[in-house]
């Protein structure tokens, strides 16, 4: 899922949250929230529900409700457990290497 400028809050498991990412599968879940939980915030997983034929989709939210994922990678204040900037590129996952400019990341 692509990073989308809209600053959703809903509730999951009886918590406010700021959602980071609904529809994630269970590997881009756990990403995500190790993700997350190394930069310090408080990270919440629930289950979609299930949809037949359909593999299992989780919703990732922080309770930090002033988070917004669009704003944290451009502004690169997120990093990755090696200490780098988190980029876009690594935040969805194309890539492994943080690129701090963004508009110089090649495809």
Not at 11 to 36: D, H, P, S, W, Y
Not at 60 to 68: A, D, E, H, Q, R
Request: hydrophobic fraction near 40%.
């Amino acid at each position: 899922m692509t990073l989308k400028a809209k600053h959703i809050v809903e509730e999951i498991k009886g918590v406010r949250c700021t959602i980071i990412e609904k529809g994630a599968t269970a590997k881009r879940a756990e990403f995500l929230k190790n993700l997350m939980e190394y930069n310090k915030f408080e990270v919440i997983v629930a289950d979609e529900p299930l949809v037949e034929g359909s593999p299992a989709l989780f919703t990732v939210g922080t309770t930090n409700l002033v988070f917004n994922p669009v704003i944290a990678v451009y502004e690169l204040s997120l990093k990755t457990p090696a200490g780098q900037k988190v980029s876009p590129d690594y935040w969805n996952q194309e890539s492994i290497e943080c690129v701090d400019e963004y508009w110089e990341s090649v495809k």
